[in-house]
């Protein structure tokens, strides 16, 4: 889980929520001759002045290539110190050069430098961590392993570390196929065991009668309902707080408990609350996918695949209900004295408890 | 309006701390224009950078047009949009007309950000938005992530020929920092900067306000605003001055999160202080 949570994360820059992202790249990568590299590619005037208010100098401005080269270069080694390249926890010191300085006459156009920095791997160094000193904003670091396979783009936060990554082998990009499982199993076990909530809509929707065909009808207006917010909250076009989703979520299943003990049959208006309802389960839904990311080349397969996990958690529910209970004692005279009735009112007190909680909570 | 206050705040005010700047690992990160010049010549071009660090050190923030809700200048008595190209530093970029002060004008759209609770709380502090946690206490949220959406609302001023009446007028920032004279006039007193910051258009106090000198980020002093939403600094040296302030308030229930920060700064170059009438040159 936690290795599908990084993949998901990597692939999203979007995922990425702290600050601004600035100008700043890094390509990082570890050698087969036992050196590691970095070209940063940074704002070379915002570069000279961090470096100068880090060792107290004048800040300098207005300077040309010629001139502002030659500050950098002054300020080369405090720059080196600022990049922490560590293997194993041990520290790598870095040496750095100046690659390339690009400033236009036109003020208007880019300037940017290009920085070299190098240094020795340990022998037999397992994991390696990059943390740049002098960077603010939101930043991409392109990780490449000794064995050159394909680049890992990571975000980072400013001056934040990585998290430890293998020297020697790349991490292999998942394939749709894989990614398509992994949502399918997170869909699946956000509805089993995470989400008692969802479960208790179901069994909810699932006590009202033992009739399949309205059944089905709540299921699928269910259904339908939560995979139109799921799209449209993960597209960005609905938005509601938690603050109203969450409590809402725990007075429909109030609701549905509640009209269980009053009635046994399915009302009209029954399948349009189940829709209405499903509407907020979907933005519920929504919440926790964000919270996982989706990757941004594999954003529909993942968004249905994380859905199909979801229905097939509610069908599981269904018929371990069925199966455990319906199919022994559904034509016995006491069904619904002994099992709808006070499973309805457990479920709706339940769903009670979590409506006050969940708005005094907020 | 503020003046008096202002000027009860002066004194005190000129004490207050001057201390040098943090480095600490707080991640609140101040965001403030850095043009290419702050006192162009009529008809130049100017840049219009964007800036995210802390102590009035950052990075360069390329323009990203989908974070902006405004990027104006007013120059002489009108007001136009800041234009750029898009993903790149400078953000944006103007021709200076050199008449009276210009007031550039930056507003962003919000971006949501959470942070552990520790962090959170740090950065709370490291603001001056001791009441958020005590609110938060007060909740029961002190062990819950701080869940925010941050908005950005930066002003510069470019010096121009004369002063500018629009430089103590708000531009209409949700938070914003207005100063009470022009600080780039070269004739009024220059030990002083007295101004107001304004929530939702109406004075704030007790809002932390902070400014930092561009030459020497170690020179820092702090106050805060008093009823009327005035303070009052001693800003001892000329050159370029950063002043900023953060506000937070519950998000509403209608908001993905729990807090809304507004970040406000204004930037401007304070010119060196003129001899009083009679003085001698000491030369």
């Given at each position: 889980?936690?290795?599908?949570?990084?993949?998901?994360?990597?692939?999203?820059?979007?995922?990425?929520?702290?600050?601004?992202?600035?100008?700043?790249?890094?390509?990082?990568?570890?050698?087969?001759?036992?050196?590691?590299?970095?070209?940063?590619?940074?704002?070379?005037?915002?570069?000279?002045?961090?470096?100068?208010?880090?060792?107290?100098?004048?800040?300098?401005?207005?300077?040309?290539?010629?001139?502002?080269?030659?500050?950098?270069?002054?300020?080369?080694?405090?720059?080196?110190?600022?990049?922490?390249?560590?293997?194993?926890?041990?520290?790598?010191?870095?040496?750095?050069?100046i690659d390339t300085l690009e400033l236009p006459p036109d003020i208007t156009l880019p300037s940017f430098v290009v920085l070299r920095a190098t240094g020795a791997i340990p022998p037999q160094a397992h994991t390696v961590t990059w943390r740049y000193r002098l960077a603010y904003a939101t930043y991409s670091l392109t990780f490449t392993a000794s064995d050159q396979g394909s680049p890992l783009t990571l975000w980072l936060e400013g001056d934040a570390a990585t998290e430890p990554l293998s020297v020697a082998v790349s991490a292999t990009p998942p394939t749709r196929l894989e990614i398509v499982w992994q949502y399918l199993q997170l869909g699946f076990l956000h509805i089993i065991p995470e989400g008692l909530d969802h479960i208790l809509f179901v069994l909810g929707i699932f006590l009202l009668t033992t009739k399949l065909r309205p059944i089905l009808i709540q299921v699928t207006a269910f259904t339908v309902a939560h995979s139109i917010t799921l799209g449209l909250t993960m597209y960005g076009i609905v938005s509601l707080s938690p603050r109203i989703v969450e409590p809402m979520i725990s007075l429909s299943i109030v609701y549905v408990a509640v009209e269980n003990i009053v009635t046994a049959t399915l009302t009209p208006w029954r399948p349009a609350l189940v829709f209405a309802f499903g509407l907020l389960h979907g933005m519920g839904f929504a919440d926790v996918l964000r919270e996982l990311g989706l990757p941004r080349n594999e954003f529909i397969p993942a968004l249905?695949?994380?859905?199909?996990?979801?229905?097939?958690?509610?069908?599981?529910?269904?018929?371990?209900?069925?199966?455990?209970?319906?199919?022994?004692?559904?034509?016995?005279?006491?069904?619904?004295?002994?099992i709808v009735i006070p499973g309805s009112a457990l479920i709706a007190a339940i769903g009670l408890l979590w409506t006050v909680q969940r708005i005094a909570g907020f | 309006m503020p003046s008096a206050a202002a000027a009860r705040l002066a004194a005190p005010a000129l004490l207050t701390v001057a201390a040098l700047a943090t480095m600490g690992p707080a991640r609140a990160h101040d965001f403030w224009i850095e043009p290419s010049t702050f006192h162009p010549a009529a008809g130049t071009t100017v840049t219009i950078g964007l800036r995210a660090g802390q102590n009035f050190v950052g990075d360069p923030v390329p323009r990203f047009e989908r974070g902006i809700e405004r990027f104006v200048v007013r120059q002489d008595g009108s007001e136009q949009p800041v234009v750029g190209i898009e993903n790149v530093d400078p953000a944006g970029f103007l021709q200076a007309r050199g008449g009276s002060t210009a007031v550039i004008a930056?507003?962003?759209?919000?971006?949501?950000?959470?942070?552990?609770?520790?962090?959170?709380e740090d950065y709370l502090r490291q603001v001056g938005l001791e009441p958020i946690i005590e609110l938060r206490a007060r909740r029961g949220e002190r062990a819950k992530p701080g869940r925010e959406r941050f908005y950005r609302y930066a002003k510069a001023l470019l010096t121009g020929e004369r002063t500018s009446a629009a430089v103590t007028q708000p531009v209409g920032l949700a938070y914003e920092i207005v100063p009470d004279t022009d600080?780039?006039?070269?004739?009024?007193?220059?030990?002083?900067?007295?101004?107001?910051?304004?929530?939702?258009?109406?004075?704030?106090?007790?809002?932390?306000?902070?400014?930092?000198?561009?030459?020497?980020?170690?020179?820092?002093?702090?106050?805060?605003?008093?009823?009327?939403?005035?303070?009052?600094?001693?800003?001892?040296?000329?050159?370029?001055?950063?002043?900023?302030?953060v506000h937070m308030a519950r998000a509403s229930i209608f908001s993905s999160a729990d807090w809304e920060s507004f970040w406000a700064s204004l930037t401007f170059e304070l010119p060196a202080a003129r001899p009083p009438p009679g003085a001698q040159d000491p030369r």
């Open positions: 889980m936690k290795r599908l949570l990084l993949v998901a994360l990597l692939l999203l820059p979007g995922a990425a929520r702290g600050h601004e992202i600035g100008t700043t790249q890094v390509r990082l990568a570890m050698q087969r001759d036992g050196t590691w590299s970095a070209l940063i590619t940074t704002g070379p005037q915002a570069l000279a002045n961090k470096l100068e208010v880090k060792t107290r100098q004048p800040r300098s401005s207005d300077l040309d290539a010629a001139a502002l080269r030659a500050r950098l270069e002054q300020l080369i080694d405090p720059l080196a110190e600022e990049i922490d390249v560590r293997f194993d926890g041990a520290a790598s010191p870095a040496r750095a050069a249905v695949s994380f859905n199909v996990g979801i229905e097939l958690a509610q069908l599981t529910v269904i018929a371990a209900a069925y199966l455990s209970v319906a199919m022994w004692w559904r034509d016995k005279p006491w069904y619904r004295a002994r | 930056y507003a962003s759209t919000g971006a949501p950000i959470e942070l552990p609770a520790a962090q959170f600080p780039t006039d070269p004739a009024a007193p220059q030990n002083i900067l007295r101004g107001r910051v304004l929530y939702a258009n109406k004075p704030l106090a007790g809002a932390l306000v902070e400014a930092y000198l561009y030459s020497d980020p170690s020179v820092h002093f702090a106050t805060r605003s008093d009823a009327g939403g005035a303070f009052a600094f001693a800003l001892p040296r000329a050159g370029i001055w950063l002043v900023k302030s």
